[in-house]
T-cell receptor, first 114, second 112 residues
């Protein structure tokens, strides 16, 4: 089946540790995105990549890093510099183009920093 | 920048009709999307509008007025499973990025 996978669904880490969230898609989509969702707030864009080996900062990139070495994969690292990392993290992908092409979301990873 | 507003919460009765409004301000409007999100799950696509007017898809319809910066999602014949958050998102084509900017979401509770 085609789709987007994120693992794990729940992740616990100690304060000060870096953690990497995985995102894989087999939809052959060019563009991939990382969002953060907090209670009472909309999805906020962390990083996005429109093509392999290229990525751009979103609105809240501080304390995060990404890589896009393969079309299928867009891992997100939450570093110790992120001051409030506990949140629900969503990965999405989209075909590169215009029109009705929407973003398709993975199931999300809920990160809790203790 | 982008500014997207929608009500925080709404309650409606099973079988009824509910309208969820969204107003937006953006410099490079390139489409408006509605997503449904059940608690703890991923958003799923409901509808897309880029031209003025009404788009109907089964029990769900979405309307857009670009001149007013306004959209609504209309849900008919409400079912209990429609209890979820509904996210309004505007695609901004400025700079060629075509990124989505989301409102805070409207949490709809359907009561018997």
């Amino acid at each position: 089946d085609g789709g987007i996978t994120q693992s794990p669904k729940y992740l616990f880490r100690k304060e000060g540790q870096n953690v990497t969230l995985s995102c894989e898609q087999n939809l052959n989509h060019d563009a991939m995105y990382w969002y953060r969702q907090d209670p009472g707030q909309g999805l906020r864009l962390i990083y996005y990549s429109q093509i392999v080996n290229d990525f751009q900062k979103g609105d809240i990139a501080e304390g995060y890093s990404v890589s896009r070495e393969k079309k299928e994969s867009f891992p997100l690292t939450v570093t110790s510099a992120q001051k409030n990392p506990t949140a629900f993290y969503l990965c999405a992908s989209r075909p590169r183009g215009q029109g009705t092409d929407t973003q398709y979301f993975g199931p999300g990873t809920r990160l809790t920093v203790l | 920048g982008q500014n997207i507003d929608q009500p925080t919460e709404m309650t409606a009765t099973e079988g009824a009709i509910v309208q969820i409004n969204c107003t937006y301000q953006t410099s490079g409007f390139n489409g408006l999307f509605w997503y449904q999100q059940h608690a703890g799950e991923a958003p799923t696509f409901l509808s897309y509008n880029v031209l003025d007017g009404l788009e109907e898809k089964g029990r769900f319809s979405s309307f857009l007025s670009r001149s007013k910066g306004y959209s609504y999602l209309l849900l008919k014949e409400l079912q209990m499973k429609d209890s979820a958050s509904y996210l309004c998102a505007v695609r901004d084509g400025a700079g060629g990025a075509n990124n989505l900017f989301f409102g805070t979401g409207t949490r709809l509770t359907v009561i018997p």
